[in-house]
């Protein structure tokens, strides 16, 4: 009972929850095997087992796997009143998926997909003799999108009478792509927006979910640099304030919204005022009518997620501290600049030019709730853009307002006076160890963090 399994399908998940910290404290009192997938590159301390899936090798197990998770995101979908046409990732199926989806996909067949599902996906057993060897009193698995690796591992503990905790890692898990293809014991939230929505959207009893806060935000609230030191660390001019540009991981043509933004800034704020533009790290091909190279914007700044120099935390944390304002279309990255009270403006308009509509983005639960407590600006139309981007200069300026932000953001990521790797400790032990207290373990390995 000693002993925690930890799945980890992807480095993104890898970097949330180890590299972030977040595990150190339950490190201290229990014993963690991460059970990771051969996909992982990211350094995972201690105990570590690289598992290959046996759907992930075989062709028709992994098409079954990929129809399930459809049928069940486009029937919930359709059980919201939702159109499946609408959404990104039926938009990038050929017309033959298309016509699945359009016709198995519907509320009234999904318990009989559902039924299939269990048998054909019962379990693993490869994961079954981890589980057996290291007898875990616990299994934690990311919450994360259409993730069959951590799915598969937390069916099969559950199959063994193992206890089995969701830690959701994206913003708009419940709002979009909530689905569960089994009752976990407990799952943890972000905060009070997203329990709304967790309730909303899903079948799961209130009594599952609890609010701990985002694992990879801990950073944002404490040792927060000054923007003039955060300016000179990223070798910009302190002398002007500075913007941030977010691009998202969905295809936005956001070339051509930072000439709009220089454009703006060389017959306004020439001198003053700069932008920094930062590609999304994991971002999909994009199209753009723009035909100027960014490099030539004089006004503007590029910051390269997948270069070395820029590709490391420190960096990352600087980043956000360096600007006065963000403007994106709704990247989570509004969220950590919000907890200290960075302003932002969303783009909530569609570029014509790709396939995704991104005003379709405000009306998800996730960013409705910002927009109904004013803690972002939206930006609607390409032609409000310079105005808009005023107005976020106005706030930048504006203690109170910013205050506010701060405020409202502990809705939808919730702090306290501790940390996010203690809270966590204190949720797991009351939840699935009461009765059971380890003492803390003198040896633990150094790269945990903090």
């Known amino acids: ?17 180890v590299a972030s910290g977040s ?17 992982v590159t990211t350094p995972l301390p201690g105990s570590v087992a690289y598992v290959n899936l046996k759907h992930n090798s ?9 129809f399930f998770w459809n049928i069940e995101l486009f029937a919930f979908m359709r059980s919201q009143g939702e159109s499946i046409q609408k959404s990104y990732k039926y938009q990038q199926f050929g017309r033959f998926w298309q016509a699945i989806m359009n016709t198995f996909a519907h509320p009234n067949y999904i318990n009989g997909f559902r039924l299939l599902d269990c048998l054909i996906f019962r379990k693993e057993q490869q994961i079954e003799k981890i589980i057996r060897r290291i007898q875990p009193g616990l299994v934690i698995m990311p919450g994360s999108a259409l993730d069959s690796f951590s799915f598969i591992i937390g069916r099969t503990a559950r199959g063994l009478g193992v206890s089995t905790l969701y830690i959701v890692t994206h913003w708009d898990y419940f709002s979009k792509k909530s689905l569960f293809r089994f009752t976990p014991d407990k799952v943890y939230l972000w905060g009070r927006d997203m329990l709304n929505s967790a309730i909303a959207n899903s079948s799961i009893p209130r009594h599952i979910f609890s609010i701990v806060g985002a694992p990879q935000f801990d950073r944002c609230l404490s040792n927060w640099p000054t923007q003039h030191e955060a300016a000179l660390h990223l070798e910009l001019d302190p002398e002007k304030r500075w913007l941030l540009y977010a691009a998202p991981s969905i295809p936005f043509d956001d070339e051509t919204i930072v000439c ?14 700069g932008l920094i533009y930062r590609p999304h790290p ?26 070395e120099k820029f590709n490391n935390d420190v960096h ?53 709730a910002l927009v109904a407590r004013e803690s972002v600006l939206m930006c609607n ?63 633990h390995d150094a790269n945990w963090g903090h």
């Open 58 to 66: 075989s062709a028709i197990l992994a098409i079954i796997d990929f």
């Open 1 to 17: 009972m000693n002993n925690i399994i930890v799945v980890i399908p992807s480095d993104h998940v890898a970097k949330s929850l």
């Open 282 to 307: 994991r971002g999909h091909n994009r199209k753009s009518r723009s035909l100027i190279k960014l490099s030539d914007l004089i006004h503007v700044s590029l910051d390269d997620p997948k270069a």
């Open 381 to 443: 139309h390409p032609s409000t853009l310079p105005t808009m981007i005023s107005n976020l200069l106005d706030i930048s300026e504006d203690s109170e307002r910013k205050l506010r932000i701060k405020q409202s953001m502990r809705l939808a990521v919730y702090s306290d006076n501790d940390n996010y790797s203690n809270r966590l400790l204190r949720e797991i032990e009351q939840d699935f160890f009461s009765s059971i207290r380890k003492g803390d373990r003198s040896k």
């Open 316 to 368: 990352y944390f600087n980043l956000l501290a360096s600007c006065c304002g963000v403007i994106s279309p709704w990247s989570s990255l509004v969220l950590e600049c919000g907890l200290v009270g960075i302003p932002s403006l969303c783009i909530s308009f569609s570029d014509q030019i790709n396939d995704w509509d991104w005003s379709n983005a405000q009306y998800s639960d996730h960013a409705r």
């Open 23 to 39: 595990l150190f404290a339950l490190h201290k009192r229990y014993i963690i095997h991460f059970v990771a997938s051969p996909n």
């Open 260 to 273: 709009l933004i220089n454009n703006f800034i060389d017959d306004f704020f020439p001198g003053t005022l």
